[in-house]
């Protein structure tokens, strides 16, 4: 299974421009001087809903810019915080963009890449429950939960209306300025009539749901250990397609990299990276638990190289803690579950 990575040895990240350069970037997070401790999950004592976005009442976007507010105040009084704004978009720069390395003797060393595999999910999913409780304490609000992006409902198909308030934290000028108010186009067709493209994006989540996938790795990703190399195919239907149609279609065109969403390294610079996320995470959910499928009917993954794969975050405490993905695969153990929206794509078979 995939290690924990070493912070002592972290490196610097890179990425490629548009023109084919490569852009050397450090977003390594501060160093502890507490050991990493192994995360327990605490007991669920109240359940939290992470909301539809389109749904949030005035308060509750309120209490979601507050939050945000404050984390970027954090990152302003101390930039070592790691729960600071900056630090938090790092974590997803570190593990994607190169920053782990592990030597692997008489061979090249190995770098660690949570995309494109099965652990795409399960780093996303304990990412975000950090970045929530982080949120939480901020404003005193253990019940804190994450607003989802619906995109694959009709009803939540455009990016919410208050990322786009340029007076609030949740604002991010590097966004494609023609995409701010269309239809998210999931299946990259590149059309511009809204109707086509609303139906072609419940297609395209049938299909990434339920129509595309023979076996518990066609949703999940496939396995990935220490010493694999990663590979866009690798990666499960979801994370290849509606995933990556949502980062590419909101990504700046004007930017060198198509910042910020456009990018691994920059993308979690956005806030609205987080609420993308969230739905992400949702549809894994929604996979397990929701659709039931004669063709897979086990969905859980027995082997040990995925149950025991491990990653560092930093808790809302600041404290270094060490994750299994074995302990995140059910979202209600952990805490959390997700206001109930209907699901157009279940008969959109084509
Ligand atoms: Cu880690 Cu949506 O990318």
């Known amino acids: 299974p995939v290690k924990p990575p070493q912070l002592d040895t972290c490196g610097n990240s890179t990425y490629s421009t548009n023109?084919?350069?490569?852009i050397e970037v450090a977003c390594c997070p501060p160093t502890s001087q507490n050991p990493a401790i192994d995360y327990q999950l605490p007991p669920v004592t109240q359940m939290k809903i992470r909301p539809a976005a389109q749904?949030?009442?005035p308060e509750y976007i309120y209490k979601y810019n507050k939050a945000i507010e404050c984390m970027k105040k954090l990152q302003e009084e101390n930039p070592d915080d790691p729960r600071g704004f900056m630090q938090q978009a790092n974590i997803h720069c570190a593990y994607c963009n190169g920053a782990y390395t592990y030597p692997q003797p008489g061979q090249d060393p190995f770098t660690l890449q949570t995309h494109f595999s099965w652990l795409f999910f399960p780093f996303h999913r304990w990412y975000l429950y950090f970045?929530?409780?982080i949120l939480g304490k901020l404003i005193g609000d253990p019940t804190f939960a994450l607003p989802f992006w619906n995109w694959d409902n009709p009803k939540g198909m455009k990016i919410p209306k208050f990322f786009l308030d340029h007076n609030s934290p949740l604002y991010d000028c590097k966004r494609n300025q023609k995409h701010l108010k269309s239809v998210v186009d999931l299946g990259f067709t590149g059309s511009t009539d809204p109707l086509q493209v609303v139906s072609n994006n419940l297609t395209v989540m049938y299909n990434e749901m339920i129509g595309a996938n023979t076996d518990v790795y066609d949703f999940m990703g496939q396995p990935y250990c220490q010493g694999t190399q990663s590979s866009y195919a690798a990666?499960?239907?979801?994370?290849?397609?509606?995933?990556?149609?949502?980062?590419?279609?909101v990504g700046d065109p004007r930017e060198a990299a198509n910042e910020d969403l456009g990018n691994f390294y920059s993308a979690a610079r956005d806030p609205l990276f987080f609420c993308h996320h969230a739905n992400v995470d949702r549809m894994w959910t929604l996979w397990q638990y929701d659709l039931s499928s004669e063709q897979i009917p086990d969905k859980t993954i027995h082997s040990d190289n995925f149950n025991n794969a491990e990653?560092?975050?930093y808790d809302e405490n600041a404290q270094l803690v060490r994750v299994k993905v074995g302990d995140c695969v059910n979202n209600q153990l952990m805490g959390y579950d997700f206001e109930e929206v209907d699901l157009p794509w279940v008969d959109y078979r084509p």
Not at 19 to 22: G, R
Not at 238 to 243: T, Y
């Open 311 to 313: 990653f560092l975050f």
């Open 131 to 133: 970045y929530e409780r």
């Open 235 to 249: 990666a499960g239907a979801v994370e290849r397609g509606s995933h990556t149609a949502v980062h590419v279609f």
């Open 55 to 57: 749904n949030l009442s």
């Open 19 to 22: 023109l084919q350069q490569t």
